[in-house]
């Protein structure tokens, strides 16, 4: 069965820190896919990255970055020089392949809330 | 391109009433996908319907259905309301819900059960 966790349920920060979210995920499959949403107030999910267990790569976008480890089934996400603008709540959720028995859904951690304070 | 389109924003229901809920996928994505989001169980998976057929359901009673039409929009009903049926409903629109083609979600529906 699929599982992620983000332990962190609550992050507040002052604007220009940097913060990183935890995301630790159990799969049976060799075949998976992570992602991460934001969730601002109004309720959509926001895509943010999606990430294959077959790439390791860490992946930076503008103040945004991203450690996949698969040694410790770990994939963080890092805000740099955190901004307002980035209070939301984060997910991080998991999707195994079809043949592995993902039944095709997404299992979502319980989300970490970030508060950037001015 | 237009996104994922749910309807209504918002909807205010009696306990013991009945509520359906409408999404339209991006277009050419077959696969809509819907969840659940409460406070106390965070994002839960309802079910997942792709060319017409449900694929696989959630640990939900039986009071939670859905369909999807030829055109990939779906429709979710709840029947015979409770208080706990108040959340954020969220679809999923996937070109086939395989894990390489990405999800792109609604803004929600957000019932309240009085």
């Known amino acids: 069965a699929q599982k992620v966790t983000q332990a962190q349920t609550e992050i507040s920060v002052v604007e220009k820190e940097d913060v990183t979210l935890d995301c630790v995920y159990e799969t049976r499959d060799t075949t998976y896919y992570l992602f991460w949403y934001k969730q601002p107030p109004s309720g959509e999910l926001v895509f943010l990255i999606r990430?294959?267990?077959?790439?390791?790569q860490n992946e930076i976008s503008g103040r945004y970055s991203w450690n996949f480890q698969k040694s410790t089934s770990s994939f963080n996400f890092t805000i740099t020089a955190s901004q307002v603008v980035d209070s939301a709540v984060y997910f991080c959720?998991?999707?195994?392949?079809?043949?592995?028995?993902?039944?095709?859904?997404?299992?979502f951690g319980k989300g970490t809330l970030l508060t950037v304070n001015p | 391109k237009a996104g994922v389109t749910q309807t209504p924003r918002y909807l205010i229901k009696t306990r013991g009433q009945q509520v359906t809920l409408s999404c339209s996928p991006i277009s050419g994505h077959r696969s809509v996908s819907w969840y659940q989001q409460t406070p106390g169980q965070g994002l839960q998976f309802l079910f997942e319907?792709?060319?017409?057929?449900?694929?696989n359901k959630g640990n939900f009673p039986g009071r939670f259905s859905g369909r999807q039409f030829s055109n990939s929009r779906s429709e979710m009903n709840v029947s015979t309301l409770e208080l706990g049926d108040s959340a954020l409903y969220l679809c999923?629109?996937?070109?086939?819900?395989?894990?390489?083609?990405?999800?792109?979600f609604g803004s929600g529906t957000r019932l309240t059960v009085v």
């Open positions: 319907y792709f060319s017409e057929t449900q694929r």
């Open positions: 999923a629109s996937s070109f086939e819900n395989r894990g390489e083609s990405g999800y792109t």
């Open positions: 990430r294959n267990s077959f790439d390791e």
């Open positions: 959720a998991l999707t195994e392949s079809p043949s592995g028995g993902s039944n095709y859904k997404l299992t």
